[in-house]
């Protein structure tokens, strides 16, 4: 399956990123943040405290979403 | 359903009394304005602030946004709503953030002010790195 990640704010500085379209095998983790967690050690630390969005609403679990979202990795929000 | 008002963000400054006159125009049953202005201060945790870059994930950011106004309309006895958030580089004592609430008494004008900016920072896909005098720095705390 394929995914399209977008990163923001202190997790683009981490994936070295701001978006990439990512390829999973079929015997890929079905936990997306494991995925992200391998494919970017760097992330690590951050993950835990980052929310997911699929096609741009907030995702209720880490779960992987369906082939060709849109997935964004939202560190805690700071705006106002 | 009432969506009297709007929301929005933008690059651009904003003056509050155009935008609240817009939002009372036209509405006599208007009792009370609550309005809250963020600003960018020189300092922050003991180190000087020279400016702040905002980014948002633009069309989310615009959507959760639209739902805290919308969520106040809905549970604030409130007659109108409007939310304007800039993004992009902001110096230290420039605006960041407008919320307005019109009411016909002013204790939900008050409470639907206070219930939008504190939802806002927390819901909505907007984040602050700060210039400091040590260097730059991702906001992560919701104070």
């Given at each position: 399956m394929r995914l399209h990640m977008r990163y923001f704010a202190q997790a683009a500085d981490k994936a070295g990123c701001r978006e990439e379209t990512i390829e999973l095998p079929e015997?890929?983790?079905?936990n997306l943040k494991a995925v992200l967690r391998d494919r970017h050690p760097a992330l690590a630390p951050l993950l835990d405290c980052c929310r997911l969005a699929v096609n741009g609403e907030y995702a209720q679990t880490d779960d992987l979403p369906e082939d060709g979202a849109e997935v964004a990795l939202i560190p805690p929000v700071s705006g106002g | 359903m009432n969506t009297h008002g709007s929301s929005r963000i933008q690059q651009e400054d904003f003056c509050a009394d155009s935008e609240i006159a817009r939002l009372c125009h036209g509405r006599p049953d208007i009792g009370g304005i609550a309005s809250f202005i963020g600003t960018a201060r020189n300092i922050s945790r003991g180190t000087g602030i020279q400016w702040i870059d905002f980014e948002h994930y633009a069309g989310m950011a615009e959507r959760e946004l639209e739902k805290v106004r919308q969520q106040a309309l809905a549970q604030f006895d409130i007659v109108g709503a409007l939310i304007v958030h800039r993004t992009g580089r902001i110096h230290a004592g420039e605006q960041i953030v407008l919320v307005v609430a019109t009411a016909r008494h002013r204790k939900a004008a008050f409470a639907a002010c206070e219930y939008m900016i504190d939802t806002l920072k927390r819901s909505v896909p907007i984040w602050k790195r700060e210039r400091t005098d040590a260097g730059d720095v991702w906001v992560s705390e919701t104070p």
């Amino acid at each position: 399956m394929r995914l399209h990640m977008r990163y923001f704010a202190q997790a683009a500085d981490k994936a070295g990123c701001r978006e990439e379209t990512i390829e999973l095998p079929e015997n890929a983790p079905q936990n997306l943040k494991a995925v992200l967690r391998d494919r970017h050690p760097a992330l690590a630390p951050l993950l835990d405290c980052c929310r997911l969005a699929v096609n741009g609403e907030y995702a209720q679990t880490d779960d992987l979403p369906e082939d060709g979202a849109e997935v964004a990795l939202i560190p805690p929000v700071s705006g106002g | 359903m009432n969506t009297h008002g709007s929301s929005r963000i933008q690059q651009e400054d904003f003056c509050a009394d155009s935008e609240i006159a817009r939002l009372c125009h036209g509405r006599p049953d208007i009792g009370g304005i609550a309005s809250f202005i963020g600003t960018a201060r020189n300092i922050s945790r003991g180190t000087g602030i020279q400016w702040i870059d905002f980014e948002h994930y633009a069309g989310m950011a615009e959507r959760e946004l639209e739902k805290v106004r919308q969520q106040a309309l809905a549970q604030f006895d409130i007659v109108g709503a409007l939310i304007v958030h800039r993004t992009g580089r902001i110096h230290a004592g420039e605006q960041i953030v407008l919320v307005v609430a019109t009411a016909r008494h002013r204790k939900a004008a008050f409470a639907a002010c206070e219930y939008m900016i504190d939802t806002l920072k927390r819901s909505v896909p907007i984040w602050k790195r700060e210039r400091t005098d040590a260097g730059d720095v991702w906001v992560s705390e919701t104070p």
